[in-house]
């Protein structure tokens, strides 16, 4: 956090300093002063462009040094050591020619490998995943991958250029590596939210790479579950009289939305149900700590500031690609064992889909796993929990 508010303050001078610039500038050609002001005024220019060149130099020196030094932490036991065979790394791989960025961390190397589908599209829950599920990493060696257009990614691919395709080639050639860094024959595969998405699409077309697969928040009908959301958010806002979030609403009218302001008029509905969710008192340990998920080591500065980005922008390219997803009719025949782990107050994504969807799918074991103090995430809500229902479910022949 010294780092951001060092960052902000160089900023504000940067801004400072070009605001003198162009007061300067324009002075300078206008005025109609003597010759020995206009000098000085000169000398004054200069200093100033020094300084603005100086601030420059500075700022690119530490978002640099930011971006080089980020790391992820060690694994370290109860005695304070790094245990001998454990792993706990921060690399950039080349996906398909895209060049993207994972943390692979476990206290055991050879154990079997788990990736996390973070959710967005444009979503980064590095940091996260690695505050609320550090448990995992003492059976697993737990995956993260940053998909382009998010957090450390972001560049990976023009935002425009990216496709619904592009996540399921690039999955697909990121588990292939971990297969053949790991030796591997199959790893285990976890989606929240959008990446629940992303991972049916990975086992749809590629089953014999996965043990199983654990979806949470999970999608099934994109634009289904906007009407859903947007018409939810309308009745709590009317029940509660919130005439301003009512008039944002009726503004922007029923989704699925198209163009640039996707995010935006999305946000409003789905920002409200999560403050709603926040405050239901059947819901445990409510929301992201953001301020600590977004000061995690593993991003750097710039990093940092893709981490809004990636919500915003590719969020916005992105989500209107899925609202002729329906799970119910494209995605009914898997061949591997699927569990979703549902939160029961979950009014992000719509839990009535998802039974609908148990019931029309056919796999070698389906089962809904329910968190009854969960809303979107009960990987946050319920954390202890929900570990306890991976490790049963993925270690313990539940499937048999």
């Known amino acids: 956090m010294i780092r951001i508010s060092l960052f902000l303050i160089l900023i504000l001078l940067f801004l400072v300093a070009l605001v003198k610039i162009l007061f300067l500038a324009t002075y300078c050609v206008i005025a109609h002063i003597k010759k020995k002001a206009i000098t000085k005024q000169l000398t004054n220019l200069k200093k100033t462009t020094i300084f603005f060149i100086m ?9 640099t040094y930011s971006q080089l030094t980020a790391s992820t932490p060690p694994i ?3 005695n304070g050591r790094t245990p001998e065979n454990s792993i706990a790394e921060l690399i950039e791989l080349e ?5 993207q960025w994972v943390s692979l961390r476990g206290w055991d190397k050879n154990a079997p490998v788990l990736l996390f589908l973070a959710g967005g599209p444009g979503g ?18 737990v995956v993260n991958w940053d998909q382009p257009g998010s957090g450390k990614s972001y560049y990976a691919e023009k935002i425009k250029n990216i496709t619904i395709e592009t996540y ?15 030796s591997k024959e199959k790893i285990y595969l976890m989606g929240e939210s959008w990446g629940s998405a992303l991972g049916i699409f990975l086992v749809d077309k590629y089953p014999e790479s996965y043990h199983t697969f ?6 099934v009908d994109f634009a289904e579950t906007e009407r859903m959301d947007y018409a939810k958010a309308l009745e709590i806002a009317r029940s509660k009289n919130d005439t301003g979030i009512i008039k944002r609403l009726m503004a922007n009218g029923m989704p699925p939305y198209y163009g640039k302001d996707v995010t935006w008029k999305s946000a409003v509905y789905l ?3 999560s403050a709603y969710m926040a405050g239901n008192p059947d819901i445990h340990n409510p929301g992201y700590n953001t301020f600590r998920d977004i000061g995690s080591s593993e991003y750097g500065l710039l990093d940092k500031i893709n981490f809004v980005r990636g919500i915003v922008n590719t969020f916005n390219h992105v989500y209107q690609q899925l609202y002729d997803i329906n799970m119910r009719t494209d995605f009914t025949d898997l061949d591997v064992p699927v569990y979703f782990f549902l939160g029961r107050y979950d009014v992000n994504a719509p839990t009535v889909l998802v039974e609908e969807y148990v019931q029309a799918l056919n796999a070698p074991y389906k089962e809904i796993v329910w968190f009854e103090h969960s809303g979107h995430n009960p990987w946050i809500n319920e954390r202890d929990m929900y570990i306890e229902e991976v490790l049963s479910c993925l270690l313990e022949n539940k499937t048999q």
């Open 76 to 78: 370290i036991d109860e």
């Open 124 to 141: 980064t829950q590095m940091g996260a995943v690695r505050h609320e599920l550090a448990e995992l990493e003492k059976h697993f060696v």
């Open 168 to 182: 399921i080639q690039d999955g697909h050639a990121l588990t292939e590596y971990l297969k053949e860094c790991f």
């Open 214 to 219: 654990i979806g949470t928040g999970q999608m």
């Open 55 to 63: 601030a420059i130099i500075l700022n690119l020196g530490l978002v």
């Open 95 to 99: 996906l398909n020619g895209r060049r």
């Open 271 to 273: 920002n409200y149900l």
